[in-house]
């Protein structure tokens, strides 16, 4: 078929050069040599058309500008158009008849256009043509009909490879290829019958027998002819074998293979003989074997071949098996039995037996669980309610819980946990799957985040401070001041001698130097003594120490103040009375209803007493150790303080010691001291001196005879070692003292030894006299002294607490002093002790026991008062030191108010006090235990070598942290801190005059209002505020007018008036004003319009900004002084009378309006005096 198909093409092949038959760019070509006849068609058929309506020389011309003008401008007006104009010359040089209408000359150069585009595409594909096309081929002169033809012939050649192509080239005769392919398909046509019949039969074998083709028509007749000569050999052996023989062959080779197999199978068998003889005896007959009966004896070989050599021994076999079906029928009836108690009893099989069914239980077995029932029968209600209480919690979704209870894997001591566990688990899911945040939650994560707010609020509260450096620094007035307080100050300050008293420089100079410096910080007599009443004020008073300050002394600072903060301590040293009681100022007089003045001793019991509101400061900074300041709090502030625990005990010298000194005495009748005492005190100093030389020291004593002593013998025994001289210099911010209990009010240092003094006398009796300790309020002075120690607190006494009689010493102080004995005596208020206080969660026991289980030592709830760490890990090697303090996210990080307290604050103030905290989040814990168990016992690691290294490099952690003082740099300044003003930072003031353009050739007078409107509006946007007489003149310059007569004041009056109405300029008196532009004073000494140097010119408004200027740069000035200050900042270099008037008018307008007020000379801002100036 394919040969008769090539014949026919060859034959219908068109007349074409041999070459192009030849030519191998047909192979991949076909479309682009179509492309290129197509283009030769279509150049064809333009030149065609364009014959005798174009010139020749329009071919090589550009056109297609010259088409988009004639086709686009086709108005009345085109003829102006340049491009239309050009595009016209052009048409006249190419077209024929250039005076044909525009569309037949727009339509004949787009066909131009089409045929240029196709010769630069034949000029484009010459080369290939000359290899496609052959003779035919002559560029841009080709003829397209061969052209055409001969890629349409070679379309139809598709499928058939290069053949037919050529043999048309190489064949002169075509037509006899022609007639030769035609005998061809008749012979094909007769045999195509025979060819698709053969094909059919052979069904789904034909492709693979015929050469993978997908059809008889291209199966190869050679190959079809030798596999037609196999099939003829097979059909005839086929009916040789087979009785019936199908007509297809597929359904033949099919029999054809289950006969082989059989064969092979009968084969199997005989080969087989001599064993079927052996295994099956007398019921194997080789190929006529019962098949069935054979498999059957088979598969109970295989089931029963532990017992067939005892079958083989049994004569009475059917006797047997009759027995054994009996057997079989009574063991169903007993398990049906069986099946029906136990569903009385709401039982099952797998429940009681733990197999599947009743008739899969051992008779055994079931006999004696019967007669286990039996022998228990009372527990039988027990048994069926807990079948009752099981079904009633699987109903309820606890079938898991059951089953485990039931198989043993889960106990009944651990069935509420495992419960638990399970409820608490499916909790968090639910929450998890509401909240998928929780379910992300990584703990290392979060504490990331935790540890960069911390570094962000620390940095923001640093930030804080330096604004409010920058805040005083912007408010600090210009050294260049020369009038009023400023000038005062810088006049004062450059003189040599002969200064005002501070008093009357306070009253003059006061509101500069409050710029200066704002926080003054004074005692009540220096208040009183330096600041004259009503001068000066303050917005806040902060008052410290206020329990030691008298009411009469403190009023002066109070009335002074528009705010007053009262920090003190009721529960510390009152007042002293001792200069009162000498001068008798003390009045008796003074009776009424309520508390008085003069019955309250402190200006803190004062505003106490007035019902102010209060805060108490609970947190406790000083003491480093909690029973420093256990005492205190118990018996003065009612365990309200904040005590945060510490990460060392007694045995590592902190804390409250005890030092008896049994053989001193007090000397009553004498001295009034206790020498032995007062020389162990020495010694203990020196001792210090010594050993710590790095902690500060201060001694107190409950007398001031006491303390002379001490400092006697210290005086000694500095002179026999002078090695401890350099300790008494140490420390300039907290030197070592020695004082009596009266002074040590506000003082604090590392280590504080407190001399009690007071002992038996030499007769051995024990007065019970304590010094202020048995007056009233001693128990106030008892705890100053005993809360002044940061690390440790040293007690020398020469008695106990058991040497105290509270029936002969009366007062609240000395029974403060007996309990404090006891504390120091019998050290159970040591290092932050293991309270008794549950556990804040099961979470937190839950660390504590693995802790335990890894061997390590674990307390909980270490604290005493209000602060508490969840779990301490203690130091075996280190007794006194713990290692490592566990935080948890418990009940009591909750509760916490702020993310600033509960994420900072907290763990910073521990580690302030020398704690190494580790942190576990709950929700890595429940997720991963493990893990978190094994990233705790690293941080214990870590933090037990962090601590060896503190030892080794006596690293002090409990230092007081310095302050830092943070500076603003301020340039070139004074000393007292007056800001410098250079020409950088000096305000441009120039006058801008406006400059407009003339806006057409109206005439002045005869410019629409409109656009004299937007004048008016340019001059005042410019120079507001600006009198009219003014804009008046701007507008005549723009027209260059050198005078404006009647006319054209009334045409610029009208503009401004539209301008008014459209909001766009304000208008008071003869002043025009830019609406929401602020006024400022400008400086006209370099103006070129000669009336802006005029007073009458210049607006109240401007004059008011500038007096208001000069008051607050220089705090106050005298009227004279606003005049020459506003004069000089207007430009004028005197001040005429007439400028004087304007400049006193305005202040007068603004003391009237209370802008600005006189006070002590001097004109002042007054109150709201920024908001006052806004509505002027």
Known sequence: ??????????????????????????????????????????????????????????????????????????????????????????????????????????????????????????????????????????????????????VE?????????PEPRIIAGRMAERSEAGARAARVRKVIEIGRPIIEGFWNDLGHLASSMLGDVASAERASLQLMEAKASTVAQADDASRQVLTDVPDLITERVELLRRLGRLQ????????????????????????????????????????????????????????????????????????????????????????????????????????????????????????????????????????????????????????????????????FLAMATDEPELARFDGELHSRAVRDFADLDRQRIKAGAIEVVTAHHRKIPSRDGGAGPVGLLRSEMARRRG?????????????????????????????????????????????????????????????????????????????????????????????????????????????????????????????????????????????????????????????????????????????????????????????????????????????????????????????????TEEFFHAHPSEPFFVKNLENVQGDERDVIMISVGYAKNAQGYMAMRFGPLGAEGGERRLNVLISRAKRSCEVFASITDEDIDLE?????????FKLFLHYARTGRISLAQVTVREMDSIFVEQVANALIEMGYQVHAQ?????????????????????????????????????????????????EDHGWIIHRIWSADWFQRPREQLERTILAIEAARKELDERAELGVQRNRAVAVQVVTVDRGNVTEIGLESTNGSETPNRAYEEAELKRPGSFELHETPSGIMAGLVEQVVATETPIHVDEIVSRIRDAWGLQRAGGRIQDAIERGVSIAQRG????????????????????????????????????????????AMEVVKSNLGATEEEIATGVARMLGFKATSAQLRQLISAGVADLVAKGVLRSQDGLLVAGESASEKLAEV
């Open 153 to 161: 012939w070679m379309r139809t050649l598709r499928g058939l490879g």
């Open 1 to 150: 078929l394919r040969l008769a198909v090539t014949g026919e093409r060859v034959a219908a092949a068109p007349d074409a050069s041999p070459e192009a038959f030849a030519a191998t760019v047909w192979d991949s070509g076909l479309e682009q040599a179509g492309d290129l006849a197509d283009s030769v068609a279509t150049l064809e058929a333009a030149r065609a058309d364009l014959q005798g309506k174009v010139v020749d020389a329009a071919w090589s011309t550009e056109v297609a500008a010259a088409r988009q003008a004639l086709a686009t401008h086709t108005g009345i007006l085109k003829a102006l158009n340049g491009d239309y104009r050009r595009a016209t010359a052009l048409a006249r040089t190419i077209v024929v008849d250039p005076s044909a209408p525009a569309t037949q000359i727009v339509g004949l150069l787009d066909l131009l256009m089409k045929g240029q585009a196709a010769a630069a595409r034949v000029r484009e594909g010459d080369a290939f043509g000359r290899s496609a096309f052959g003779a035919d081929w002559r560029g841009e002169r080709s003829a397209s009909a061969p052209l055409l033809a001969l």
């Open 264 to 427: 092979a199978l009968a084969q199997g068998i005989d080969a087989g003989e001599s064993l079927g003889k052996f295994v099956f005896g007398s019921s194997w007959h080789g190929r006529g074997s019962d098949w069935a009966a054979l498999t059957q004896a088979e598969l109970w070989l295989k089931e029963n071949g532990s017992i067939r050599h005892l079958a083989a021994r049994l004569p009475e076999r059917i006797e047997i098996a009759n027995s054994a079906r009996s057997a079989r029928e009574a063991a169903q009836a007993a398990a049906r039995e069986l099946k029906a108690l136990t569903g009385d009893l709401k039982a099952d099989a797998p429940s009681l037996f733990g197999v599947v069914d009743f008739p899969d239980v051992a008779i055994g077995e079931v006999v004696s669980r019967l007669q286990g029932w039996l022998d228990h029968q009372e527990q039988l209600s027990k048994w069926v309610a807990y079948e009752e209480r099981s079904e009633t919690a699987r109903k309820a979704g606890l079938g898991q819980l059951i089953d485990g209870l039931a198989n043993g894997q889960i106990t009944t001591g651990s069935a509420r946990s495992v419960f638990d566990m399970a409820y608490y688990e499916r909790m």
């Open 499 to 723: 200064h005002m008293p501070i008093r009357q420089l306070m009253q003059k100079a006061g509101p500069a130097i409050q710029a200066l410096k704002p926080v003054f910080m004074m005692s009540p007599l220096s208040v009183a003594q330096f600041l004259s009443p009503g001068r000066m004020s303050f917005d806040l008073l902060v008052m410290d120490e206020a329990s030691q300050i008298q009411p009469v002394d403190a009023l002066g600072s109070v009335a002074r103040a528009s705010q007053v903060v009262v920090v003190g301590d009721e529960r510390q040293l009152p007042p002293t009375t001792f200069f009162a009681k000498m001068t008798g100022s003390q009045s008796e007089d003074d009776e009424g209803e309520g508390a008085q003045v003069a019955d309250i001793e402190s200006i803190l019991g004062l505003f106490t007493a007035r019902g102010l509101p209060q805060r108490m400061l609970r947190w406790h900074y000083r003491s480093r150790h909690q029973s420093l300041i256990a005492v205190s709090n118990s018996q003065f502030y009612e365990n309200r303080l904040f005590i945060v625990p510490s990460p060392y005990t007694q045995e590592a010298g902190m804390g409250l010691r005890f030092h008896h000194v049994p053989e001193g005495v007090f000397d009553s009748g004498g001295t009034g001291t206790n020498p032995v005492e007062a020389r162990a005190v020495a010694e203990a100093i020196i001792r210090h001196a010594k050993v710590n030389p790095q902690e500060t020291l201060g001694v107190a004593t409950f007398s001031v005879s006491q303390r002379r002593a001490i400092q006697d013998e210290l005086e000694a025994l500095r002179r026999l070692n002078p090695d």
């Open 1063 to 1106: 909001g766009s300029v304000a208008r008071r008196g003869n002043f025009c004003f830019k609406p929401g532009v602020p006024v400022r004073l400008r400086d006209r000494s370099g103006v070129v319009s000669a009336g802006l140097r005029k007073p009458e010119m210049i607006a109240q408004d401007e004059v008011a900004q500038g």
């Open 808 to 816: 002969r010493g009366k007062g609240k102080g000395i029974f403060a």
């Open 862 to 910: 270490v604290g005493i008062a209000g602060f508490f760490i969840d779990l301490a890990v203690a130091d075996p090697e280190r007794p006194g030191r713990y290692i490592l303090g566990i935080e948890c996210d418990g009940a009591e990080y909750h509760s916490s108010r702020s993310a600033r307290d509960r994420d900072r604050l907290r763990q910073s103030v521990l």
